[in-house]
């Protein structure tokens, strides 16, 4: 099960996206049963559009946590 904290960062990223894509953001579920995501099949190509995307959605995302060392 998700946490709260997780939906609140699944949110942001996907508020963020959304303002960059503007309007011709479409949206789909990957496979029957998925939750919708962004469907970017027009601009999939376009490598500095993506990759601009993908950098603004990372800068909203925490930084990950130290994994615990083994004992």
Known sequence: ???FKFKS???LTAITGRKFIGDDLLEA???EGAKS???IEEK???RKW???LVRISEKK???PK???KKQ
């Open 1 to 3: 099960m998700r946490s």
């Open 29 to 31: 579920p990957a496979y």
């Open 50 to 52: 993506l990759s601009e």
């Open 37 to 39: 995501s962004f469907l």
């Open 44 to 46: 999939i190509e376009n």
């Open 66 to 68: 130290p994994k615990k």
């Open 9 to 11: 960062i699944e949110k």
């Open 61 to 63: 995302l925490p930084m």
